[in-house]
């Protein structure tokens, strides 16, 4: 329908705008042709380009996972930094060990095997002298030694 439109109206012109008309149509054609076969490189390139995104992650993961398997059958070599955090990290975990010991052999009742001092362990003796109910105990740590 649009052939035949444009073909009346080239066809109702003067001469002179016949011309221009014939220009401005040459142009349109030319203007359209190269725009849709930029679209359709374009549409190509980025399909070209998502098929090679695909390709290039499938094989770093394949990569990876060679290189992965290949290393666990032999340890990595450690570098200075490594063994630096290593060091770091034993001593937080020596410390931290140091403070829980210290902190049960405070306890009333350490055991004097683990260095602690000499309390036997606690024993139930008597009832609460703060209470009004005299049926409820309380603990009493004594001495040993």
Do not use: C
């Not at 490189?41 to 998502?50: D, G, M, P, R």
């Not at 695909?54 to 450690?78: C, M, Q, W």
Request: hydrophobic content about 40%; cysteine-free.
């Amino acid at each position: 329908m649009l052939p035949h439109l444009l073909q009346a109206l080239h066809t109702s012109l003067t001469p002179p705008w016949q011309q221009t008309f014939q220009i401005v149509r040459v142009f349109l054609h030319w203007y359209t042709v190269i725009l849709m076969s930029g679209f359709f490189i374009l549409l190509i390139t980025s399909i070209t380009a998502l098929i090679l995104f695909g390709i290039y992650k499938i094989l770093t993961s394949l990569v990876d996972a060679i290189n992965t398997s290949f290393h666990s059958k032999r340890p990595r070599e450690t570098t200075l930094g490594d063994r630096i955090q290593e060091t770091m990290v034993r001593e937080q975990v020596q410390r931290e060990v140091e403070d829980e010991r210290n902190r049960y052999l405070r306890l009333p009742g350490a055991p004097a095997a683990a260095g602690g001092r000499t309390l036997s362990p606690p024993v139930y003796s008597g009832y609460s002298p703060t209470t009004s109910n005299p049926g409820i105990p309380f603990r009493v740590a004594r001495r040993v030694g």
